[in-house]
């Protein structure tokens, strides 16, 4: 606590476990990630049951679209890694089909229910879950920022780095997910991916 003296001095109150919350993100071990993401996708409870009682289904459908839907829990997909933020993104998009159906008084089968996050043009209505573009977020996010955080991140990038590991998680996650002839198969194509410039050392 020595080395905090000073901001204890003015009233601060020094966190020494390094698990706390920093613009709306959670910083620390997995667990305190996890349990951040899932109380604020909880919270969004109250607006889904609000949407539920509204008493039109069309405007129900165009706030849940535009309004609620992934973005919601996009900032925390793009600054958490997905092993932290998935569960949370899977139970908010539950919730927002479930709204959905409340709303237009309809039960959907599980067909139904995966078309719900088609877009408009394949027959679907538009709810795109963010459980499956979580991924997306996290490497599109550490693209954008990767310069920025170099010069004030001793070690960011290198191969003890945690956020590396996330990283590298979220990449083979897309890869799994990504059909065998949509994948570059020369190094050419390979030299064009942002990902490879994320490789550890």
């Known amino acids: 606590m020595r080395k905090f ?46 949407l539920v009682e509204l008493g039109d289904a069309q405007v129900s459908h165009y706030l849940l679209r535009w309004c609620v839907n992934g973005s919601r829990m996009k900032h925390l997909a793009r600054t958490t890694p997905p092993t932290e933020t998935i569960e949370a993104a899977q139970a908010f998009d539950i919730g927002v089909r479930e709204a959905f159906a409340a709303a237009c008084a309809v039960a959907l089968s599980e067909q139904q229910s995966r078309r719900v996050s088609f877009p408009l043009r394949d027959g679907g ?63 050419q194509e390979r030299s064009t991916n942002p990902l490879k410039n994320f490789e550890p050392p």
């Open 125 to 187: 209505v538009g709810l795109r879950p963010i459980g499956n573009r979580a991924d997306a977020a996290y490497i599109a996010s550490r693209a954008v920022t990767h310069k920025l955080c170099e010069p004030i991140w001793e070690g960011y990038g290198g191969s003890e780095s945690s956020r590396d590991s996330a990283l590298q998680e979220a990449a083979g996650s897309i890869s799994l997910r990504t059909p065998a002839c949509w994948r570059a198969t020369t190094e």
């Open 5 to 50: 003296a000073a901001f204890v001095e003015e009233g601060c109150s020094p966190i020494l476990d390094g698990n706390l919350e920093v613009l709306k993100s959670p910083i620390g071990d997995g667990e305190l990630s996890r349990d951040y993401c899932m109380k604020f996708a909880n919270k969004q409870k109250v607006l889904l049951t609000f």
